[in-house]
């Protein structure tokens, strides 16, 4: 066995022990009502352990960063699996941070799963080592991408405290204008996460099931004038085709519940052959997703804000805005220094210029610009409570497109991703 493939199965192994660590302090919570102790002993008991649980997990998932550094040759952040990897090794360390000062064992509930869906995102992607572009090599990507990665790991973390507060307060009895509108705010919220649970369980299942169907485009492009030179274009899908490629033929087609064939043609303003694929795992996301609502709607018979509304009795509101705004207050500087000083020093030593306006660079100002308005509205403003929370729930959204949409979608420098 290879150092890469003993790092390979650790990453496994953390991402079992942070499920395990999940599942202790889902009993934590949820079964001290049917304990014999007093709540507050069976909180304390099971939150200690489901803690010493998630430590363990980090410890593992530490192993895996350190021996793949090692195996690797550089530094495990240089494409979209690796700093999906850091990135949630990271979150675990700023819940680790912000649980050891507050011991609020209701977080780790809503933290321990951003974790676990950035490390199973991650596994979307390539997982082999890639060489290192020139532009990588630099002592600046371990700093600028660390730093990064924490200032946002800690942003997750009031994501979740932001989310938990609006649980905890929003009232799904009320029939209000005001409280509905509250209400289908926080289901909103709740649904996108589950369209993103729901992605990577149709991505899982259908490479599982091997399925694969090819399509080609001629690509015609004119060199000079009176001559042209054409090219053919192959895109292969990884999930069955509700959309086909825009111009697209179809060069082997995996049939799937009765699809023989798309139902409809990309538009022609989405232009490139990849960009039908990408529309149609847009799809496959939303239905998938929409499955999975429906199914849970069904299963607690009761929208889901007011089903997990429960969890929160018990549970301080005013801790749960506290630790919002000290995880946002913790990740900002460092995101400052990560996203944006040390981003624009080694621009300068790998392009020759502090700023360019690539979309990265664009996106990581907005959420710095972002992050900077909710803690002048906080601290100068008194925008406490509900509002703050919205703004770290809207705040973490703009941080995972500028992670997910800027790389994925919006061509630039920094499109180095190592996608397929």
């Keep these: 066995m290879t150092l890469l493939d003993f790092s390979s199965d650790v ?19 949820m079964g001290r009502k049917w304990s014999g102790r007093k709540p507050e002993q069976h909180t ?5 352990i489901a803690f010493v649980a998630s430590s363990v997990a980090l410890l593992g998932h530490l192993l895996y960063f350190i021996t793949r550094w090692i195996g690797s040759g550089h530094i495990p952040v240089s494409n979209m699996y690796e700093f999906m990897t850091f990135l949630s090794m990271m979150v675990i360390v700023a819940f680790t941070v912000i649980y050891a000062i507050y011991r609020t064992t209701v977080l780790g509930v809503f933290a321990i799963p951003i974790a676990l869906i950035l490390m199973a995102y991650a596994a979307v992607f390539p997982q082999e080592v890639q060489p290192l572009i020139p532009p990588l090599k630099s002592i600046y990507l371990n700093i600028h991408v660390t730093l990064a990665a924490l200032g946002e790991s800690f942003f997750a973390v009031g994501f979740a405290s932001g989310l938990m507060y609006l649980l905890r307060t929003v009232n799904f009895a009320s029939r209000e204008r005001s ?69 697209g033929e179809i060069e082997s087609f995996q049939p799937f519940l009765g ?35 429906i199914f849970i709607r069904l299963l607690v018979r009761k929208p889901l804000g007011r089903a997990l509304h429960p969890v929160m009795d018990g549970i301080d509101e005013r801790d749960l805005d506290e630790i919002t705004y000290r995880a946002i207050a913790i990740g900002f500087p460092i995101f400052t220094l990560g996203a944006l000083i040390f981003a624009m020093i080694w621009a300068e030593v790998a392009w020759g210029r502090f700023w360019g306006w690539d979309p990265k660079e664009v996106w990581a100002l907005v959420t710095w610009l972002f992050y900077s308005a909710y803690l002048h509205l906080r601290l100068a403003r008194g925008w406490q409570g509900r509002k703050s929370a919205w703004l770290a729930v809207l705040g973490f959204l703009v941080v995972m497109f500028t992670l997910v949409g800027v790389n994925l979608v919006i061509a630039g420098l920094h499109s180095y991703a190592g996608t397929d």
Excluded at 19 to 28: E, G, N, P, R
Excluded at 181 to 188: A, D, G, S, T, Y
Excluded at 260 to 289: C, D, H, I, Y
């Design 11 to 29: 990453f496994i192994g953390a991402f079992l022990f942070y499920s395990v660590a999940f599942m202790l302090f889902t009993i934590a919570v």
């Design 44 to 48: 304390a008991r099971w939150g200690t």
């Design 259 to 293: 699809l023989r064939q798309p139902l409809f043609e990309a538009p022609s303003w989405m232009n490139g052959v990849n960009a039908g694929r990408k529309f149609n795992t847009v799809l496959w996301s939303l239905l998938s997703g929409l499955v999975l609502y």
């Design 179 to 247: 409280d509905r509108k509250q209400q289908r705010l926080v289901e909103f919220t709740l649904f996108s996460i589950l369209v993103i649970i729901a992605f990577l369980g149709t991505v899982f299942a259908f490479r599982g099931a091997g399925y694969e169907t090819i399509f080609v485009r001629t690509n015609v492009t004119i060199d000079s004038p009176g001559q042209e030179n054409s090219t053919i274009e192959k895109v292969s899908y990884k999930m069955p085709p509700i959309v086909a490629p825009y111009q």
